[in-house]
């Protein structure tokens, strides 16, 4: 597992349901232009937003790609037996890797995160990819902690998946257990976590600029460093941008712009404006490399 990933959005039809045939459309364009493999079904998916029904849809209408791509299905839930059953679905519909979030708003200790895992793994017979959110979960990763360690240093985990601006903690993580696979999880710090050991990127704005962020991967790794700066510059310009005006809003207007039928956000999430619409469309004019 490593290279380019794109975090696949959700797209909904104009009656608010999952668009299943326009995922599909959407991935097989990502694939033709150099995606390595899929994260579905995770925070660029709206995965909080779905109902139990809705999220097992998603890895269903990704599950058309388990023969030509590696897929990741995104699992983590509060309860642990909602992600034992996510993870069961994910792997009887021949996804390769699952992924979860730590259990998050009761304050679980570090214990009964790990035992989390623990659990997800052994029902499935699969090591899971640690996603670490903080500023979303608000759940850290101490590393000091015994369990934590532990965890890190187990069959039960595959690697992590680290959107986290934290790529110190990401590099203690590599360092903890070099045989762990490490994702970059934050688009706007791709080069910086190349230069620190990780294995690849999954990103949310991927969706619709996965040719810039290939030319960046691909600049890093041949070397020409200066040129993944600069690219990097640019595409940070975008995620600004898209940040200003609300994230996932952002990334399904464009990719409607782009002749992909994305839909808007489920709320409380709202679509753009047209000011911030304009906006939009000017910043990537500037930046996007295509």
């Known amino acids: 597992m490593k290279g380019i990933y794109p975090a696949s959005i959700t797209p909904f039809d104009s009656s608010g349901c999952i668009n ?26 709206e995965c909080f937003l779905l109902t139990q029904k809705e999220r097992l849809a998603v890895f269903e209408a990704g599950a058309a790609f388990a023969g030509r791509t590696c897929l990741v299905a995104h699992v983590g839930a509060v309860a642990t037996q909602e992600a034992i059953t996510y993870a069961k679905a994910a792997k009887a519909l021949g996804y390769h890797h699952i992924a979860a979030t730590p259990p998050f708003y009761y304050g679980f200790d570090p214990q009964q995160v790990a035992g989390y895992y623990y659990d997800i793994a052994k029902a499935v017979d699969m090591p899971v990819l640690v996603y670490n959110f903080p500023a979303n979960t608000g759940k850290a990763f101490d590393l000091a902690h015994p369990a934590i ?107 409607c712009t782009m002749g992909i039928d994305a839909g808007v956000p489920r709320k409380p999430f709202t679509p753009l404006q047209g000011r911030q619409q304009a906006f939009i469309d000017q910043v990537l004019k500037g930046n996007l490399v295509v």
């Open 149 to 255: 360690r532990r965890l890190f240093c187990s069959s039960a985990v595959l690697g992590i998946k680290h959107t986290n601006l934290n790529l110190f903690q990401m590099e203690r993580i590599r360092r903890l257990n070099p045989s762990l696979v490490i994702m970059n999880g934050f688009d706007e710090t791709m080069v910086a976590g190349l230069a620190l050991g990780a294995d690849g990127s999954i990103g949310s704005t991927f969706n619709f600029m996965l040719p810039h962020y290939r030319k960046i991967y691909d600049a890093y790794r041949a070397g020409e460093t200066q040129k993944a700066l600069e690219l990097q510059t640019k595409a940070n310009n975008i995620m600004e941008a898209l940040c200003a005006a609300g994230l996932i809003a952002a990334i399904k207007y464009v990719l």
């Open 20 to 45: 299943q045939p326009v995922l599909r459309r959407l991935m097989e364009q990502n694939l033709a232009q150099g995606a390595d493999g899929f994260f579905l079904g995770g925070s660029s998916a």
